[in-house]
């Protein structure tokens, strides 16, 4: 079963950092394009940051300098290094990702389940 698995959620205090890790699992041959979303209670989900294949990475404006996003092909995970997070930062985090489902290079697009972020003011 293909799936994307997200952790390192967690309370954390304004100004503080969090990690999170999506793992993609299940017969699969990479990860090739990923992201982050997130959404806030009562709020519809928005995009955060996206990597290429070759590390390429974007961010919207509310996060850029704060987070950081990454990738580590060997383990077929996705990282969002989250510092200097504010209270609006709360929300659920989820991963995006493009999985390399074929030999030929098919993908399919999966979702993780999603981890609360929630930051304290």
């Known amino acids: 079963q293909v799936q994307l698995v997200e952790s390192g959620g967690g309370l954390v205090q304004a100004g503080g950092s969090l990690r999170l890790s999506c793992v993609a699992s299940g017969r699969i041959f990479g990860i090739d394009a990923a992201g982050w979303y997130r959404q806030a209670p009562g709020k519809q989900r928005e995009w955060v940051a996206h990597?290429?294949?070759?590390?390429?990475?974007n961010y919207v404006d509310s996060v850029k300098g704060r987070f950081t996003i990454s990738r580590d092909n060997g383990k077929n995970t996705v990282y969002l290094q989250m510092n200097s997070l504010k209270p609006e930062d709360t929300a659920v985090y989820y991963c995006?990702?493009?999985?390399?489902?074929?030999?030929?290079?098919?993908?399919?697009?999966?979702w993780g389940q999603g981890t609360q972020v929630t930051v304290s003011s």
């Open positions: 990597i290429t294949r070759v590390g390429i990475s």
């Open positions: 995006n990702a493009d999985l390399q489902v074929g030999l030929l290079g098919g993908t399919d697009n999966y």
